[in-house]
């Protein structure tokens, strides 16, 4: 016997800086459900919330954002859907099977270039407004921590192995990162290996136990959301090839965001078994929701493959 569960607002926002793009926010707003409810395409899409007022805030200036929705907006400039896609969490060519809504800047800034963008350092402060209740939020962009190197490194049959690279860890304790990781080039079928960068399991990590310290460390490769066999007969799965050229996204992170993100992943690595321990995922959002408000501060690595 399970509890009936409370129905919540569930918030998963992102805003994220490099230095040199202009990434504009996202937030996605939904609805919680009982663990045993039978959900389908249709149900999923009543699950989203509409017509919130959500507004941004940094250096005491409000920025709304605007909701949009995937079947309104067929002339996406192909820039937009990468980030749209790789924010989802879906492949590009996943975007079209579903009515995605959420809120970002408005469409006519986007296509002016003048909108609101992440920038590493600062502060941004999120408020939602959504049938009748007030939510609120803030999360930092970190300052950049770049890899001191990378590179590829054999663990299987001479061309299979991990990603590596090189951390020198600040000498402050409270740095949390987040790594991602996409192979470029086509497949088999002449399709893009990966659409977008993607997190392993256990990509998120903080500094509690190596403060202050150099070290090499490596990652396997990350696979999108229920994907779990190889279409391409020359892939196995987890390990990149010597031939890949892989191109990786590294991420300076809070401790609240970090914290959200392991307890995450340690639940979606459980796949959902029942014989895992059960655990409550933290959020950073109040006023009575769920989910996660995120900065981060992104650099980016290539490791080029050997052809």
Same mark, same amino acid.
């Given at each position: 016997?399970?509890?009936?569960?409370?129905?919540l607002?569930?918030?998963?926002?992102r805003?994220?800086?490099?230095?040199? %793009? $202009? &990434?504009?926010?996202?937030? *996605?707003?939904?609805r919680? /459900?009982?663990? +045993? !409810?039978?959900?389908?395409?249709?149900? =999923?899409?009543?699950?989203?919330?509409?017509?919130?007022?959500?507004?941004?805030?940094?250096?005491?200036?409000?920025?709304?954002?605007?909701?949009?929705?995937?079947?309104?907006l067929?002339?996406?400039?192909?820039?937009?859907?990468?980030?749209?896609?790789?924010?989802?969490?879906?492949?590009?060519?996943?975007?079209?099977?579903?009515?995605?809504?959420?809120?970002?800047?408005?469409?006519a800034?986007?296509?002016?270039?003048?909108?609101?963008?992440?920038i590493?350092?600062?502060?941004?402060?999120?408020?939602?407004?959504?049938?009748?209740?007030?939510?609120? %939020? $803030? &999360?930092?962009?970190?300052? *950049?921590?770049?890899?001191? /190197?990378?590179? +590829? !490194?054999?663990?299987?049959?001479?061309? =299979?192995?991990?990603?590596?690279?090189?951390?020198?860890?600040?000498?402050?304790?409270?740095?949390?990162?987040?790594?991602?990781?996409?192979?470029?080039?086509?497949?088999?079928?002449?399709?893009?290996?990966?659409d977008?960068?993607?997190p392993?399991?256990?990509?998120?990590?903080?500094?509690?136990?190596?403060?202050?310290?150099?070290?090499?460390?490596?990652?396997?490769?990350?696979?999108?959301?229920?994907?779990?066999?190889?279409?391409?007969?020359?892939?196995?799965?987890h390990?990149?090839?010597?031939?890949?050229?892989?191109?990786?996204?590294?991420c300076?992170?809070?401790?609240?965001?970090?914290?959200?993100?392991r307890?995450?992943?340690?639940?979606?690595?459980?796949?959902?078994?029942?014989?895992?321990?059960?655990?409550?995922?933290?959020?950073?959002?109040?006023?009575?929701?769920?989910?996660?408000?995120?900065?981060?501060?992104?650099?980016?690595?290539?490791?080029?493959?050997?052809?």
């Open positions: 016997e399970v509890p009936d569960s409370e129905v607002l569930v918030v998963e926002g805003i994220e800086g490099d230095g040199v %793009s $202009k &990434t504009p926010p996202f937030v *996605l707003l939904s919680s /459900s009982g663990y +045993f !409810e039978i959900t389908s395409i249709a149900d =999923l899409e009543n699950l989203q919330v509409h017509n919130a007022v959500i507004t941004v805030r940094v250096d005491n200036i409000d920025y709304p954002l605007q909701e949009l929705c995937i079947s309104e067929p002339y996406l400039p192909d820039s937009l859907q990468l980030l749209v896609a790789g924010f989802l969490g879906i492949g590009i060519e996943d975007l079209a099977t579903f009515n995605y809504c959420f809120y970002t800047v408005p469409i800034d986007l296509l002016s270039g003048n909108y609101l963008y992440g590493p350092g600062k502060t941004y402060y999120l408020t939602i407004e959504s049938e009748g209740a007030t939510y609120t %939020s $803030k &999360t930092t962009i970190p300052n *950049l921590i770049p890899l001191g /190197s990378v590179w +590829f !490194e054999a663990a299987k049959d001479d061309t =299979l192995g991990f990603a590596w690279a090189h951390l020198e860890d600040p000498d402050a304790s409270g740095d949390a990162y987040r790594w991602y990781a996409r192979r470029l080039g086509m497949d088999f079928q002449g399709n893009p290996k990966d977008g960068y993607l392993p399991a256990g990509s998120a990590f903080e500094d509690e136990f190596f403060n202050g310290k150099s070290f090499d460390f490596a990652y396997d490769r990350g696979h999108l959301p229920g994907v779990h066999e190889e279409e391409d007969p020359s892939e196995v799965t390990y990149f090839k010597s031939t890949d050229t892989i191109a990786i996204k590294f300076t992170i809070d401790l609240e965001v970090y914290r959200f993100l307890i995450y992943e340690i639940e979606v690595n459980s796949a959902g078994s029942p014989f895992a321990s059960p655990s409550t995922i933290p959020t950073n959002i109040e006023g009575g929701a769920l989910g996660l408000w995120a900065g981060y501060g992104v650099t980016y690595d290539t490791i080029v493959g050997v052809k």
